[in-house]
């Protein structure tokens, strides 16, 4: 009997593979890297967080927890998100605990989208957003957040994209990959588009605490958004736990519901020791948080500096770990740049363009690692732009 060609579903085999991941691949067998392409803290989860999660394995929480988290979690979750960002959330009803934020977005998508509704995703943006938007079975409808606003998407823009179809809007504030962040203002005016035609916003806010200039506003907390909102967050940046898959998503009742449901037969529950670890980061790791807060700071000013001395403009990023430099004046696309950059001074960075095709010209450069780290990059490269 012949065999098929293939056994994947056409609309997985269309998926193109993440931009990023094809950078850390080329970088396999070499020698004395410097990756500046990686969205990680370089910081160690703080030592009472592991400690939390050490004591539970010693005191044998080790069994499955309720699918939606520990009852302790989401009330820590609850008190969080109404003390630091004056938004209430019923932890028994509309906070769900998740396999990271990752998972959030995908159980959110899957949950509200029918075949064929459309959902606009801001570009650039992280490389999983339109993925999860049509493995969910929805249509991503790019809209650009361009260059010449510092990469904040306008109201217009997004009222303009929205058709019949459209069921939600997909944003991450501060952004990656250009740490670019909507201010309070700018989120009342998209609020009026979702409100005028009665939309759901995916709301990825889990750089939320990396903010260095400026308040943070959670777009649930803008008047009359709490009930179109799909809050996403987790403890992998603020808290340097990115290993230990740990997130949470809060809605709605009626949409936390359907979200369960998804996450209960995909997933089950979320790690029960990291969920301890989750409770103690949540009650006492704010002085840990705020000291590496301060540290990226420090280092967001230094590279930033350093790239727009070296001829690489760069805007200054309000929030995240990342900085997004023009790269035009080489006269290379994204890619090139990278490639060339990584050939000749082991110094890895992310082509622009695997955020969305308005990243052309630009790459992202991620400063969650050392100043020592930093500064020997920055060195390599003004002597790749000297050598050019």
């Known amino acids: 009997m012949e065999l098929k060609t293939t056994y994947l579903a056409k609309h997985v085999r269309d998926l193109k593979p993440s931009g990023i991941r094809k950078f850390f691949d080329a970088t396999a067998g070499m020698k004395d890297v410097i990756s500046l392409g990686v969205g990680e803290p370089d910081f160690v989860t703080p030592w009472n967080v592991r400690e939390a999660a050490i004591l539970s394995l010693e005191d044998g929480y080790t069994s499955y927890t309720a699918n939606a988290g520990l009852p302790e979690l989401r009330e820590e979750i609850a008190k969080y998100m109404e003390r630091d960002f004056c938004v209430t959330y019923h932890p028994e009803s509309e906070i769900t605990v998740t396999v990271g934020a990752s998972e959030a977005i995908d159980i959110a998508l899957r949950a509200i989208l029918d075949p064929g509704d459309e959902v606009l995703v801001v570009e650039p943006c992280f490389v999983s957003y339109a993925p999860l938007v049509t493995l969910a079975g929805g249509v991503p409808v790019i809209v650009q957040a361009l260059k010449e606003n510092d990469f904040k998407v306008r109201a217009w823009q997004l009222e303009n994209a929205v058709t019949e179809r459209t069921k939600a809007i997909m944003i991450c504030s501060p952004n990656n990959p250009t740490g670019a962040m909507l201010s309070k203002a700018e989120m009342g005016k998209i609020a009026d588009v979702v409100k005028k035609h009665d939309l759901l916003v995916l709301s990825d806010e889990i750089y939320a605490e990396l903010v260095y200039d400026e308040l943070y506003t959670s777009f649930a907390a803008i008047e009359g958004m709490r009930e179109h909102t799909i809050l996403v967050s987790g403890f992998s940046k603020d808290l340097a736990m990115t290993g230990w898959r740990l997130g949470f998503v809060c809605a709605p009742a009626e949409i936390t519901e359907g979200m369960l449901k998804i996450h209960q037969y995909a997933i089950m529950c979320a790690s029960t020791m990291a969920q301890h670890a989750g409770i103690e980061g949540l009650k ?82 991620s400063y969650a690692t050392s100043m020592a780290q930093l500064q020997e990059a920055m060195t390599r490269i003004r002597r790749f732009m000297e050598n050019l």
């Open 284 to 365: 006492n790791g704010r002085t840990d948080v705020a000291e590496m807060r301060k540290s990226y700071r420090q280092r967001r000013n230094f590279i930033v500096r350093s790239l727009n001395e070296m001829g690489l403009a760069c805007h200054n990023p309000e929030g995240a770990f990342y900085t997004f430099p023009s790269i035009e004046s080489t006269g290379l696309n994204s890619e090139q740049f990278a490639k060339k950059l990584l050939q000749a001074e082991r110094v890895v960075v992310v082509p622009g363009d695997a955020f969305g095709s308005v990243g052309e010209g630009y790459v992202r450069c």
